[in-house]
């Protein structure tokens, strides 16, 4: 019978040594709170991963041996540019976050993360609500159900403001008075407001990380989680991966989407055929008269208009 072949562990292939990717501009401003609204805050906890890390995540997938054509930041524009997924999923971050549950009812719809919320069952709920000063009550949005407007006159303010600091401290008072009465914790916070502020750890990758900012920070998100996503994106994204952020504001937070139909009148217009370009916008119902005569409430048509108005064409309607 033959002896079995012992290969020596010095002829195996050696493991290459690495360095873990890091990003200095980052790493200053670990656990520092960024404040954000009267008393909330974001502060990154932990991270992975840099701009390097997607640039190595997109190239692994050419091979062995093959030159590297472009220079990093020309490969992660393309790969901003023509929508990639995965080589931006190979960068995480862990954040710390104080906000108000109305705030944060909001943020949890993003189902891409990991989350551990404060627990009101096992603690005291934190002795904090979320205020309006009184030059920020907004009216409601006449053209989108979800949204607000312009201010309140100040003399409006000043007695909602009054009102909300009674609401939230009568609440609180009658919150500890049932702890204190031994009701259980679970049960004691049933009547708290939503402006009471919440904390989690919240943890997600970077592509998941640029949608939820491409969404809150859009003007037409609430003002609130607004605040939170800019201070994110401008405050802690821009230092983590500046060319990942730099291509993301190029391409998707400042780009403009054309549908076909938007992109066929634009053509139109600029051909300076008119006719054509209400031909088109005509057979796709945006020029629907009411009983009044006049054009139709048509939200399609209104962002086609703001997109004209975008690049100096006029609106030919």
């Not at 005291?124 to 159900?145: C, F, L, M």
């Not at 809150?216 to 991966?241: K, L």
Request: net charge neutral; aromatic share 8%.
């Amino acid at each position: 019978m033959a002896e079995p072949v012992h290969t020596a562990t010095n002829d195996l292939p050696q493991p290459e040594s690495l360095t873990r990717p890091d990003s200095p501009a980052l790493d200053v401003i670990l656990g520092t709170p960024h404040r954000v609204l009267d008393d909330g805050f974001v502060r990154v906890v932990d991270y992975m991963g840099n701009d390097t890390s997607v640039v190595q995540a997109a190239r692994v997938s050419y091979g062995a041996g093959t030159k590297r054509v472009h220079e990093d930041r020309g490969l992660i524009r393309y790969l901003m540019r023509h929508q990639h997924t995965t080589p931006f999923e190979m960068c995480e971050i862990k954040l710390h976050v104080r906000s108000p549950m109305d705030v944060w009812r909001q943020w949890i719809r993003h189902r891409t993360a990991n989350v551990n919320e404060y627990s009101t069952r096992y603690s005291v709920a934190i002795d904090s609500a979320q205020r309006t000063a009184v030059g920020e009550w907004r009216r409601q949005s006449s053209e989108n159900r979800q949204g607000s407007a312009e201010f309140l006159p100040l003399d409006v303010g000043k007695k909602l403001s009054e009102e909300e600091h009674a609401i939230q401290d009568n609440v609180r008072r009658i919150y500890e008075g049932r702890l204190d009465a031994g009701v259980a914790r679970e049960q004691a916070r049933k009547d708290l407001p939503l402006s009471t502020y919440t904390e989690a750890y919240w943890k997600i990758d970077l592509f998941n990380l640029l949608h939820f900012l491409l969404l809150r920070t859009d003007s037409r998100a609430q003002s609130e989680i607004r605040a939170y996503a800019q201070v994110i994106g401008e405050q802690i994204v821009a230092r983590w991966v500046p060319i990942v952020w730099e291509a993301f504001v190029d391409y998707r937070q400042h780009s403009v989407h054309l549908s076909r139909i938007e992109a066929t009148v634009i053509q139109a217009l600029i051909a300076g055929d008119n006719k054509r370009a209400l031909e088109v916008a005509a057979e796709a119902g945006l020029l629907k008269v009411n009983k009044s005569g006049e054009l139709a409430a048509n939200r399609e048509r209104t962002e086609l208009e703001a997109k004209l108005r975008r690049f100096g064409v006029a609106v030919p309607w």
